[in-house]
T-cell receptor, first 115, second 109 residues
Framework: EAGVTQFPSHSVIEKGQTVTLRCDPI?????LYWYRRVMGKEIKFLLH????????ESGMPNNRFLAERTGGTYSTLKVQPAELEDSGVYFC?????????????FGPGTRLTVL | KNEVEQSPQNLTAQEGEFITINCSYS?????LHWLQQHPGGGIVSLFM???GKKKHGRLIATINIQEKHSSLHITASHPRDSAVYIC???????????FGSGTQLTVLP
């Protein structure tokens, strides 16, 4: 069974440009999470989808970030326009359920560098 | 103060040593996850604990829900155990994970 995949693995862009990150969850996993780690700090929650619906986007830093999950399969996270402080590693995770004991399976992450 | 605190932040050990990483938390209710992140970045779930103790190979994880504290132990450590170990607690309506800052473990041959 394929795991969670993310594309691209690395992205280097200039301030003001747009970048779109993609996450393909494990097939059948309704729950999809986006997290990010910036500047050596702890990983932080961004948002959560159940199928195609955003359930919680309390961690999204500002309106330059837009996440979608059309059709309830893969998800995209767009940053427009990118700022220097957006640099970091963006992780996607998926899970079958959203109970306290459900395992979240992580993708390899996308390392974003904004110059 | 972080909601999930890990200690130590960095740990260097000699091969064969017994290793303990600690995690205390003030959020969440009834479960805790231990994760491993290798150089190259991928995150792997090691354990999900809701009570007591779990063992997988040379890794042992314990949790005390009342004291909101968990420990990860590695017996007979090996250089391939070198990685960042992260504890995380599910909380919120989405059961999103709140992460500790991680412990960078280096095991020297």
């Amino acid at each position: 069974e394929a795991g969670v995949t993310q594309f691209p693995s690395h992205s280097v862009i200039e301030k003001g440009q747009t970048v779109t990150l993609r996450c393909d969850p494990i097939s059948g996993h309704d729950n999809l999470y986006w997290y990010r780690r910036v500047m050596g700090k702890e990983i932080k929650f961004l948002l959560h989808f159940v199928k195609e619906s955003k359930q919680d986007e309390s961690g999204m830093p500002n309106n330059r970030f837009l996440a979608e999950r059309t059709g309830g399969t893969y998800s995209t996270l767009k940053v427009q326009p990118a700022e220097l402080e957006d640099s970091g590693v963006y992780f996607c995770a998926s899970s079958l359920g959203r109970g306290y004991t459900d395992t979240q399976y992580f993708g390899p992450g996308t390392r974003l560098t904004v110059l | 103060k972080n909601e999930v605190e890990q200690s130590p932040q960095n740990l260097t050990a000699q091969e064969g040593e017994f290793i303990t990483i600690n995690c205390s938390y003030s959020v969440g209710i009834s479960a805790l996850h231990w994760l491993q992140q290798h150089p190259g970045g991928g995150i792997v779930s090691l354990f999900m604990l809701s009570s007591g103790k779990k063992k997988h190979g040379r890794l042992i994880a314990t949790i005390n829900i009342q004291e909101k504290h968990s420990s990860l132990h590695i017996t007979a450590s090996h250089p391939r155990d070198s990685a960042v170990y992260i504890c995380a607690v599910p909380s919120g309506s989405a059961r999103q994970l709140t992460f500790g800052s991680g412990t960078q473990l280096t095991v020297l041959p």
